[in-house]
């Protein structure tokens, strides 16, 4: 049981109405802020939205190789076998590989992108570390989507993350368009913890990871959030990346389209706000979903990935 105060109670049995958010949304003095790559309306819009969008951030000919180690992915029945392998519900196909970077020594290195770090330690404050990684596949026609949720009310929960001091950073690797089930955001909505009701049962993971129940917000919340600050839905072609606070709420549709979508997902998070004992009273999850053994500030990577 975690013993530090709980200042964001969530899957308790009473509902409790959503408040506004004690920890900052970017981190650091205004000469902190100042230095990165992102300007001064960049964090402005990141302040206010709890998420951003860059067209072409890698060139699309560079994702190609991610790609085809992806389609390896696919066809490798160990792989399969893994736990941090989640497929689809009742299917073969799979939905989510966990642990990506631990995984491939392509995508490793790509966590240490350089232009990538500091942008993430200017909104940070501080050196990071990864606390999870993964890809989500949505195969045409089948892919499923996921719930509305804020990644955070989880990570607090279930894996003992004191404040909101992490983003995630998606990576689009195929075209993320209009009727593939693009991600999905709620601008405004990071401002505001939404408390979920219901206890987590031990070993939830198992199946949240095919079909979230627990953690999810009620949807007088997500209705008075997306009233006062409507959706967004970033678009773009492979290479595309979008950058979201932790605590924003988001989800996706499923893919009715013939066109997949495949989005890598890796979540930075600050080495001044490492992992406590979940605050659910259960145990810990395991490493592929939430980093307990590693909290090393990761260095820039030179090299090409």
């Keep these: 049981m ?3 105060q709980d200042l964001f109670p969530t899957r308790l049995e009473r509902k409790l109405g959503m408040f506004e958010r004690i920890d900052p949304v970017v981190y650091g003095d205004k000469s902190q802020r100042a230095d990165g790559p992102l300007s001064n309306t960049d964090i402005e819009d990141y302040e206010r939205k709890g998420f951003l969008s860059f067209e072409g951030f890698y060139d699309s000919e560079k994702m190609e190789a991610f790609l085809q180690e992806l389609r390896d992915f696919e066809d490798d029945p160990d792989l399969k076998l893994s736990e941090g392998t989640v497929l689809e519900p009742g299917r073969e196909e799979i939905r989510t590989i966990f642990g990506i970077h631990e995984v491939s020594e392509r995508f490793s290195k790509l966590t240490r992108d350089p232009r990538l770090l500091a942008i993430v330690k200017q909104l940070l404050g501080s050196d990071v570390y990864i606390h999870q990684s993964r890809i989500n596949y949505k195969p045409g026609f089948k892919g499923k989507g996921f719930e509305w949720h804020s990644d955070f009310e989880t990570w607090h929960s279930e894996d003992g993350m004191p404040r909101m001091r992490a983003l995630s950073c998606s990576i689009v690797l195929t ?9 999905m955001l709620i601008p405004g909505s990071h401002r505001y913890f939404v408390p979920c009701v219901g206890r987590t049962p031990e070993n939830n993971y198992k199946e949240s990871l095919k079909s979230q129940e627990v953690g999810v917000p009620p949807q007088s919340s997500l209705r008075e959030l997306m009233l006062n600050n409507d959706i967004e839905a970033p678009k773009g072609p492979s290479g595309s990346l979008v950058i979201f606070e932790c605590n924003t709420m988001h989800g996706s549709n499923m893919n009715m389209s013939c066109w997949p979508r495949s989005n890598l997902f890796f979540v930075y998070n600050s080495v001044e706000n ?7 009273g259960n145990r810990p999850r395991p ?17 090409a990935f």
């Design 2 to 4: 975690n013993d530090t």
């Design 287 to 303: 490493e592929f979903l939430a980093n307990r053994s590693d909290w090393d500030p990761l260095e820039p990577l030179d090299e």
């Design 274 to 280: 490492t992992l406590q004992a979940p605050y659910c």
């Design 175 to 183: 075209d993320n368009g209009e009727f593939n089930g693009p991600l």
